[in-house]
């Protein structure tokens, strides 16, 4: 398809609820790096995940949090990519960040420590805010925090027989230790039978979230109710070790998860109680299932739902660090494009901002990207070249065959 010079994607038509396809894929063929931020240390420090500080409408956000292999969080400028601040309270791997989506200073994290903290990004103080602790032997391994910013749930590894989804009130003057500390509210434990690697609340409801297992399920609960029991609303069966969920759809009513072995799955929730299939997409292996205009697929990293497209995007990469957009239409995923710039090892996160139009990327590389387009990247950095082999992938067995259960 021919190109398009000096794409502005603010000066893009409308065309009745969303943006013609053609012209968001032109605006992806025109991504470039803008910007990069390689922190050097006296070891390869991967990059393991990313988020932005959540902007008023209308505004562009200017804080963005990586966390890090070396269990610190890293705090960056986001139009030049500089470090703010450095956070190292964690004492094991940190499993997810995210900041709140109601106040613009509080930084949330979780770690295998078995601990949850939340950080205040405007002080220059190395401690954190509010501690909020698990039970004995609870490694957090995966985290979120509803929408309205005042429930925390993070789910944990298994141990023994026992595996977690633990819930706390996330104001820091209610229900608190002789430590000081955040005690729990209290726990889901009947759902899933092994490590709960993904928690996800809706983006508008504070009383929906997902969870995702490498028992292969995927939950989805209603915690204003009463019991475990009451709240689990329906369970859809990916037959893998679930690596990522998301919200999508244009109410938000889809859920699509991701699997250690690059399985992708989509499952509509609106249909649970009618006769329309609930599963919409179902792709065991997308790097046999997808056909690259070039190149070849070596794993997803995630995906994110476009409100202006009404389309549900996907980023998948190699190991070599190359990224491709897909798409998710009729059933399958579809390549979209390959950007031209890339990292120079395994991706490991990346935020999409809708509000700018922007693209962070970061990785086993090292390096921490902002993706603009048109962009013309202006730096004096070296640019480092790691090929490194990857832990990133495990795979699981599943022997559960059903597709997925509706709660009578």
């Not at 092994?194 to 996800?200: A, K, L």
């Not at 329906?234 to 699509?256: H, M, P, R, Y």
């Amino acid at each position: 398809m021919p190109g398009l010079v000096n794409v502005d994607i603010k000066q893009l038509t409308y065309r009745g609820s969303g943006l013609l396809m053609e012209e968001i894929e032109q605006w992806f063929n025109h991504l470039r790096i803008a910007k990069r931020s390689t922190q050097k240390t006296k070891e390869l420090t991967y990059l393991l995940d990313i988020d932005c500080l959540k902007a008023p409408t209308g505004q562009s956000s200017q804080l963005i949090a990586v966390s890090c292999s070396n269990h610190s969080i890293r705090v960056y400028n986001k139009q030049t990519l500089t470090l703010v601040q450095q956070f190292q309270g964690h004492s094991a791997p940190v499993s997810g960040i995210r900041f709140a989506q109601t106040t613009g200073h509080l930084l949330f994290s979780a770690s295998c420590d078995g601990t949850v903290k939340s950080w205040d990004v405007r002080s220059s103080s190395p401690e954190p805010v509010q501690n909020y602790t698990g039970y004995p032997n609870n490694a957090f391994i995966s985290f979120d925090i509803s929408c309205n910013d005042l429930v925390i749930c993070a789910g944990t590894e298994k141990v023994e027989e026992d595996t977690f989804m633990v819930f706390w009130d996330a104001r820091s003057v209610t229900n608190m230790d002789s430590r000081g500390s955040q005690e729990p509210l209290g726990v889901y434990s009947e759902t899933h039978n092994n490590d709960i690697t993904q928690v996800c609340f809706h983006p508008s409801n504070p009383n929906m979230v997902a969870s995702g297992s490498t028992d292969g399920l995927v939950n989805i609960f209603d915690i204003s109710q009463e019991t475990e029991d009451d709240a689990l609303l329906a369970t859809c069966n990916s037959d893998s070790s679930v690596s990522f969920v998301g919200w999508s759809g244009k109410d938000l009513e889809q859920i699509f998860c991701m699997t250690y072995d690059e399985g992708f799955y989509l499952w509509d929730l609106s249909h649970l109680h009618n006769d329309e299939p609930i599963t919409l997409v179902k792709m065991q292996d997308a790097r046999e299932s997808l056909k690259l205009d070039n190149g070849h697929l070596d794993y997803l990293i995630g995906g994110f739902y476009h409100e202006k497209v009404e389309k549900l995007f996907v980023l998948g990469g190699t190991t070599m660090g190359k990224l491709h957009f897909l798409t998710c239409d009729a059933g399958s995923l579809t390549h979209l494009h390959t950007l031209h710039d890339r990292h120079s090892a395994i991706v490991r996160a990346f935020y999409w901002d809708s509000e700018e139009n922007s693209l962070l990327t970061c990785g086993e590389d090292a390096q921490l990207f902002l993706w603009k387009p048109n962009a013309t990247e202006l730096t004096t950095e070296k640019k480092t070249s790691m090929k490194l082999p990857s832990d990133v992938l495990r795979k699981m067995r599943v022997h559960s065959k059903n597709a997925y259960q509706v709660k009578k």
